[in-house]
Nanobody, 118 residues
Framework: VQLVESGGGLVQAGGSLRLSCEASISIFSFNTMGWYREAPGKERELVATVTRGGTTNYTDSVKGRFAISKDSAKNTVTLQMNSLKPEDTAVYYC?????????????WGQGTQVTVSS
C-alpha cells in the first residue's frame, strides 16, 4: 500500500491550503484514514480522521478551520485548511488504518511540509 501526499507549501497567516492523499488501493479497504502532523521538537499529533462510514474527528485546535473529506472514485482523502496560523506549521502525514486476518496495519505517507508565515 502506498499513500502519496501533495499540496503542501508556504502560505501567509489567514491563508488556505488543500492537502491530498492518494492511495494505491481502494480507500474502502481502510477502516479509518486521516491526517497527522509533526512540528519541530514536538510529537506527531492527530489532526483529523474520517472513518469508512464517513464519521469525522478533529483535534480541538483545528475545529472550524479544517475539513477532511474523501473521494472514493479517486481513492483520495483531502484536508482543506483555512484560516491558517503559524502554529499550524508542520510536516503533515497521511495515515491509513487497515485490518487483515484480524490484525491491524497502519500505513503512512512520506509527509508534506506546510509552513505558515506570520
Amino acid at each position: 500500500v502506498q499513500l502519496v501526499e501533495s499540496g503542501g507549501g508556504l502560505v501567509q497567516a489567514g491563508g488556505s491550503l488543500r492537502l491530498s492523499c492518494e492511495a494505491s488501493i481502494s480507500i474502502f479497504s481502510f477502516n479509518t484514514m486521516g491526517w497527522y502532523r509533526e512540528a519541530p521538537g514536538k510529537e506527531r499529533e492527530l489532526v483529523a480522521t474520517v472513518t469508512r462510514g464517513g464519521t469525522t474527528n478533529y483535534t480541538d485546535s483545528v475545529k472550524g478551520r479544517f475539513a477532511i473529506s474523501k473521494d472514493s472514485a479517486k481513492n483520495t482523502v483531502t484536508l482543506q485548511m483555512n484560516s491558517l496560523k503559524p502554529e499550524d506549521t508542520a510536516v503533515y502525514y497521511c495515515r491509513a488504518d487497515y485490518r487483515y486476518g484480524g490484525r491491524p496495519y497502519v500505513f503512512w505517507g512520506q509527509g508534506t511540509q506546510v509552513t505558515v508565515s506570520s
